[in-house]
């Protein structure tokens, strides 16, 4: 190719300062792949609004008894002045004003707005702890069973299906209903909180325990495995420092997708009258309650809105991190 040529047919050629000079001016960066997965995520509204609700009901959570303090009324305080002692409904039908924002409860006249603002205590407690169990659980084995094969994968994939099959809410409602009011040290709510915990972290990790084997044995068989193996690198080394970093980004996932559905299951035991017990408020309690006055709408409405707005900004979050984090996305 020749140089391009002006009017009078003679070559140009361009400044070597003015080539520098380009070359600098905007000098060429590398992006890793967290900050490209951030520039994907940044473009997806519908996640970051789903992650805004997210933070939001963490914050309400954690300075319930402050928000509490300003807006409403201590949940477990009965307000029977409010009551009509005939219907045993609030006198003006919800009672919702000012004073309580969503109203009170019939028969015994609690604010419904400071119940559901320490309901999102325990039922975002039981739902990230149990998530966390099922992961932690559920990544050891997968990781496990998929580098190691042979017979620890057979072991392993053999307890998978024996937990997949098992009726976790019959377990779950059996296991709630027979244990006392005080054991293992612990007694009250923090025993209920930490059965729960057991009982839906302990035997959901096999879901996350399928995907890690799967992943697993995918990574095996890539070349900057061969690589570390070649230079001496023994198992251990490879799976915490090659393997779990690939895997960060279906753990990450699955952690956020599984989360609404403990919240679910947590909100469903207590409806059953098998979660946290009266009179600590929970999500799934205050609907059981609820059931007994169909006729008074605003004390389902809202404990069933706390659940849907919840379980929704983290599925919302959840697919917004799939799409993100997929190396395969554009």
């Known amino acids: 190719m020749t140089a391009p040529l002006d009017v009078s047919g003679t070559e140009l050629e361009a400044a070597p300062e003015a080539v520098l000079a380009g070359a600098q001016g905007k000098a060429i960066q590398g992006r890793s792949l967290g900050q490209i997965a951030w520039m994907r995520l940044k473009r997806d509204k519908v996640a970051l609004t789903g992650a805004g609700v997210v933070i939001f009901l963490i914050l309400v959570a954690v300075f319930a008894p402050l928000i509490v303090g300003w807006l409403g009324h201590p949940p477990n305080d009965f307000n029977q002045d409010l009551i009509s002692s005939e219907t045993l409904a609030p006198k003006d039908g919800t009672g919702i004003g000012w004073d309580h924002l969503f109203g009170v409860e019939p028969v015994n006249g609690r604010d419904l707005f400071s119940r ?85 972290g302990f035997f959901n990790w096999p879901y996350i325990g399928r995907i890690m084997r799967g992943q697993t044995l995918s990574l095996r068989e890539r070349e900057f495995i061969d690589a570390a193996r070649s230079l001496g690198a023994r198992g251990p ?94």
């Open 116 to 200: 559901i603002v320490y309901g999102a205590r325990i039922s975002l407690l039981i739902a990230f702890l149990a998530t966390l169990l099922s992961v932690a659980i559920g990544t050891i084995l997968g990781v496990m069973a998929g580098y190691l094969g042979g017979w620890v994968d057979s072991v392993i994939s053999k307890a998978m299906d024996v937990f997949l099959a098992f009726p976790l809410l019959v377990f779950a409602i059996a296991l709630a209903g027979i244990v006392p009011d005080s054991a293992f040290g612990l007694s009250g709510d923090a025993l209920r909180v930490s059965l729960l915990v057991f009982i839906i």
């Open 237 to 330: 080394y490879i799976i915490f420092r090659e393997m779990l970093p690939n895997l960060m980004a279906p753990i990450l996932i699955y952690a956020t997708l599984l989360i609404p559905t403990n919240i679910v299951f947590e909100a469903a035991l207590s409806f059953l009258g098998v979660g946290v017990r009266p009179p600590t408020a929970t999500w799934g309690g205050m609907l059981s309650d609820a059931v007994r006055f169909y006729t008074i709408p605003h004390f389902m409405f809202f404990p069933g809105m706390a659940i849907f707005i919840t379980v929704l900004a983290f599925n919302l979050l959840g697919d917004g991190l799939r799409d993100a984090l997929d190396p395969r996305a554009r």
